[in-house]
């Protein structure tokens, strides 16, 4: 790992203006240290060549430096860090990368972002990636994702996973929903019913502009105190 970290922080260096090298030749810093710290480097450049090498540690045995690099990978904007993200967020054969990569494009600068978690929402074996891949629609998605959450949500069998779809579903349409995954497994289902047929009526009507106030009687529903972020319309 020592030769990879020098590597990288060569290569960072070459890609950064006016970088030199450290003083005492990095002989200060055990090799983990050396790796995240190129990895924050290589970040900073944002370019291609940079990317590639970010990437590259995500395949690093240490699971801390392959986190950071996956995070690194997101706050990155040039197409090889794009690529290199939509590919640990829908084929990583690790489900924690996975889950890491999927919230990473949510919070970075991907502009395929949105259309990568769907993706992901769809096809993804593991109930966290799932649940995190709503957790993220609901900040770059739209109120075209409700529907295909609530489709999966009625069929989603990990409590975790459910709750999380709900409250992505509740982000969207700004409306709190009472699930309560402790109750009854009747209890449950009525509730799941009734949010999969209110959320999707209100989504239409916001964006044909005809907003309706929840009705408790309907779902037994809360306002919530933000307006929905998908009210700016469809992507």
Not at 81 to 108: F, H, K, W
Not at 110 to 117: F, G, I, K, Q, Y
């Amino acid at each position: 790992m020592w030769t990879h970290a020098i590597c990288l922080m060569s290569l960072t260096c070459l890609a950064l203006s006016g970088c030199s090298e450290p003083q005492d030749g990095g002989s200060s810093m055990d090799p983990a240290r050396q790796q995240v710290r190129a990895i924050h480097e290589a970040a900073a450049a944002d370019n291609d060549r940079a990317a590639q090498q970010v990437a590259k540690a995500v395949q690093d045995n240490d699971p801390a430096t392959a986190r950071e690099a996956v995070a690194a990978l997101g706050r990155m904007s040039t197409p090889a860090a794009v690529e290199a993200l939509d590919r640990i967020a829908t084929s990583e054969p690790r489900a924690e990368m996975r889950q890491l990569g999927v919230a990473a494009l949510a919070g970075g600068k991907n502009p395929r972002a949105a259309e990568v978690l769907r993706q992901v929402l769809r096809s993804d074996s593991s109930p966290a990636v799932r649940g995190e891949a709503a957790a993220g629609l609901a900040r770059v998605g739209s109120l075209d994702d409700v529907d295909p959450l609530v489709s999966l949500m009625t069929t989603e069998t990990d409590p975790l996973a459910i709750r999380r779809e709900i409250a992505a579903i509740e982000r969207l349409v700004g409306v709190k929903f009472c699930y309560d995954p402790a109750a009854p497994p009747e209890e449950q289902r009525r509730v799941l019913e009734a949010v999969r047929t209110f959320a999707s009526r209100l989504a239409h009507d916001i964006k044909t502009g005809q907003p309706r106030g929840p009705s408790c009687a309907d779902t037994r529903s809360q306002p919530s105190s933000s307006p929905p972020p998908g009210q700016k319309g469809g992507k």
